[in-house]
């Protein structure tokens, strides 16, 4: 399968909005790609028709690609019912309530299976499967039955790309942790780091970049600076915007491609990086 998955250090630093640049620029150059999230925890969803449903960032990312949604895209979706409990779709339909216990139990063979299946019609489909991760992969008590992360990058067989919010602080503490926790095998297949929501002069930050790059031995690939009200909507916010947001789109994956190293990427992508 070409492809590659975005991960993140934590919640929230921006994996879906790269996945959805990602998408579009591979769809600007012929490629016929598809966006792919395992597990989604979410209280929204859109309608694809049939009565299916799958996750909002999923669907805006297939919209980004120019293709249909279908729910392969995103197999399980986690509707939190209250703290401890969550209604479940399995590629689009109900398939019941369960608690975190149950989850893990009785649901981590359907789901893995799930996932197989998806995979395989994706990759079959396309030529390119953009996968996001969840969370964190560092999450070491749920390493055994994680459906999200390192799980989904070797069944798919495909590299990873690590994205860090610089935004909220930490972000050399985060990047080196999270691949400080990992497996050698799963530290191996994380290619390069994306530095998100920058403020202020780049150029002020190239010691951070030598200082990642020396002590991890990946490259930075990108630096992204904040756009503030870039009008995408993302997994967790109401409410649809009416009508296209294409211009929304191609704006998003310019400013990605002008400050991420796209060629490199896009290497990594198709099997062109020399390993």
């Known amino acids: 399968?070409?492809?590659?998955?975005?991960?993140?250090?934590?919640?929230?630093?921006?994996?879906?909005?790269?996945?959805?640049?990602?998408?579009?620029?591979?769809?600007?150059?012929?490629?016929?790609?598809?966006?792919?999230?395992?597990?989604?925890?979410?209280?929204?969803?859109?309608?694809?028709?049939?009565?299916?449903?799958?996750?909002?960032?999923?669907?805006?990312?297939?919209?980004?690609?120019?293709?249909?949604?279908?729910?392969?895209?995103?197999?399980?979706?986690?509707?939190?019912?209250?703290?401890?409990?969550?209604?479940?779709?399995?590629?689009?339909?109900?398939?019941?309530?369960?608690?975190?216990?149950?989850?893990?139990?009785?649901?981590f063979r359907i789901g893995m299976e799930a996932i197989r299946k998806s995979l395989r019609v994706l990759g079959d489909r396309y030529d390119a499967v953009v996968i996001e991760g969840a969370g964190s992969p560092a999450e070491v008590n749920l390493n055994d039955r994680e459906l999200v992360n390192m799980r989904v990058a070797r069944e798919a067989n495909v590299p990873v790309l690590l994205v860090a919010d610089i935004e909220r602080g930490g972000v050399f503490a985060s990047i080196i942790g999270t691949l400080e926790l990992l497996d050698r095998q799963d530290r191996d297949r994380i290619r390069g780091i994306l530095i998100n929501k920058f403020r202020g002069d780049i150029g002020l930050f190239q010691s951070g970049i030598d200082f990642l790059e020396g002590r991890t031995g990946l490259p930075v690939l990108g630096v992204l600076p904040?756009?503030?009200?870039?009008?995408?909507?993302?997994?967790?916010?109401?409410?649809?915007?009416?009508?296209?947001?294409?211009?929304?789109?191609?704006?998003?994956a310019a400013h990605f491609r002008n400050y991420a190293d796209w060629q490199r990427i896009r290497q990594l992508i198709f099997g062109e990086d020399g390993r």
């Not at 995408?232 to 998003?252: F, T, V």
């Open 1 to 107: 399968m070409n492809g590659i998955m975005i991960q993140g250090t934590a919640s929230h630093v921006g994996k879906s909005m790269v996945c959805t640049a990602i998408c579009r620029l591979l769809a600007d150059e012929g490629v016929r790609t598809a966006p792919f999230k395992s597990q989604n925890m979410s209280s929204f969803t859109t309608e694809i028709g049939n009565g299916l449903q799958i996750s909002r960032a999923q669907s805006v990312q297939a919209e980004a690609a120019g293709i249909p949604p279908v729910p392969e895209m995103n197999p399980i979706v986690l509707k939190p019912t209250d703290d401890r409990t969550a209604d479940i779709l399995l590629l689009g339909r109900p398939y019941g309530e369960m608690d975190g216990m149950e989850y893990r139990e009785r649901f």
């Open 226 to 252: 904040f756009i503030d009200g870039h009008g995408i909507q993302e997994e967790d916010s109401l409410g649809r915007a009416e009508g296209s947001e294409r211009p929304l789109y191609d704006e998003w």
